[in-house]
Nanobody
Framework: QVQLVESGGGLAQAGGSLRLSCAAS????????MGWFRQAPGKEREFVAA???????????RYADSVKGRFTISREIAQNTVDLQMNSLKPEDTAVYYC?????????????????WGQGTQVTVSS
């Protein structure tokens, strides 16, 4: 059974940092796209960041404009984890953050291309 389990959420002050981690079990996702999405109350789930293996290169990453320069996605293949380092947090970053994995994708920013999802972890940023 495939499972994605997020951890590291919590409360932070504006300008602070949090690090989210996603542990995958049940299979190896080394060749999959891994993404982070978030959903704030009353809003749709939105893309945050993604990382995937690009043939002939190393891992590639992509970020939402709203988090570019503040968030960093990374992965540890040996541990089958993907992390999201969040710096310079803003109150508008408050949301439930979800980890996701996709085995076949064309656009890793689209949430409907991910077949595996975690349960989510709450991030709250106070002003």
């Amino acid at each position: 059974q495939v499972q994605l389990v997020e951890s590291g959420g919590g409360l932070a002050q504006a300008g602070g940092s949090l690090r989210l981690s996603c542990a995958a079990s049940g299979r190896t996702f080394s060749s999959s796209a891994m993404g982070w999405f978030r959903q704030a109350p009353g809003k749709e789930r939105e893309f945050v960041a993604a990382i995937w293996w690009s043939r002939g290169s190393t891992y590639k990453t992509r970020y939402a404009d709203s988090v570019k320069g503040r968030f960093t996605i990374s992965r540890e293949i040996a541990q089958n984890t993907v992390d999201l380092q969040m710096n310079s947090l803003k109150p508008e970053d408050t949301a439930v953050y979800y980890c996701a994995a996709s085995e076949i994708w064309s656009d890793p920013t689209r949430n409907n291309e991910y077949g595996y999802w975690g349960q989510g972890t709450q991030v709250t940023v106070s002003s």
